[in-house]
């Protein structure tokens, strides 16, 4: 399995980076609240990618969903935010499926996603980017939306007048983050967080998602590299060749290495490695 490079923890003596201090981003959940994927198959091309896969994202905390390219990670993330049609299973929020719905509606419904690649529009500014995440909400709402973002990222503040294009790797991830919080989803789903950032831009990332976390939001991390993912979740997922190899407590694969291994070594299998 390919590894993060090692993340340095800043600071002073050895600690990590403090989150930024922000407003609270979404009311309070409730701890029952759970997004639940339920038997998700979806095919591309004409051949199933994700078969049979079944997540439960909790309210207020990280769940990483890992595993090699291929595997179909992104097909579900795009499958639970609509831009895919599963051919089977459901999409749970408080009892209501929302498969087949329309991406607006699912984003209305309270699920924001961060697909993989930094999906922006490069020739406009920051802050245009900005108001194009707040075109459905209220005047107060895109209001307050802002100012919470921007508390949270006060990186984007000092490039509100530049292109996209011509943000750093890091600064464009901040801004898509900020482009799915702006709305206060109950659930977040982002798509290799790390990919093709520097250790000490992931450094600063990390303790973000945990505090949107701990502000109630449920979190999907999909994530190729463990040492990142399982740094922040509470449970995990192993995707590999479409199907759920393992699931189970996230400090049972970081203190296991072997059976991160074994679990990825299942190619082909019809088991699933549950602890």
Not at 46 to 60: E, K, Q
Not at 233 to 260: C, H, K, M, V
């Amino acid at each position: 399995m390919s590894e993060a490079p090692a993340v340095p923890t800043g600071g002073t003596g050895g600690r990590p980076p403090e989150p930024v201090a922000a407003a609270s981003l979404t009311p309070a959940r409730s701890p029952a609240d759970v997004l639940e994927l339920r038997g998700l198959t979806v095919e591309r091309g004409g051949r199933p990618v994700v078969r049979d896969v079944s997540i439960d994202v909790p309210a207020a905390d990280v769940t990483a969903l890992l595993g090699p390219n291929g595997a179909g990670k992104s097909t579900l993330v795009l499958s639970v935010g609509g831009v895919l049609r599963p051919q089977a299973g459901s999409v749970l929020m408080n009892g209501r499926d929302l498969v087949r719905q329309r991406p607006e509606l699912i984003r209305r419904a309270g699920i924001a996603i961060v697909p993989e690649g930094r999906r922006l529009l490069p020739d406009l500014t920051v802050d245009d980017n900005i108001r194009v995440a707040c075109y459905s909400l209220p005047t107060e709402a895109a209001k307050a939306g802002r100012s919470r973002v921007l508390a949270l990222f006060p990186e984007l503040t000092k490039r509100l007048g530049a292109p996209a294009r011509a943000l750093s790797g890091g600064e464009q991830q901040m801004l898509v983050l900020a482009q799915a919080l702006i709305s206060s989803p109950r659930y977040l789903l982002i798509d290799e967080l790390s990919l093709g950032l520097a250790p000490v831009v992931i450094s600063r990332l990390i303790p973000t998602i945990r505090s949107v976390a701990e502000d109630g939001v449920g979190v999907l991390l999909i994530e190729q590299f463990a040492t990142v993912a399982l740094g922040l979740a509470t449970s995990a997922y192993i995707l590999e060749g479409g199907r759920i190899r393992f699931s189970g407590r996230a400090s049972d694969l970081r203190d296991n290495p072997q059976l991160l291994s074994s679990a990825y070594l299942l190619r082909g299998s019809e088991g699933t490695t549950t602890a």
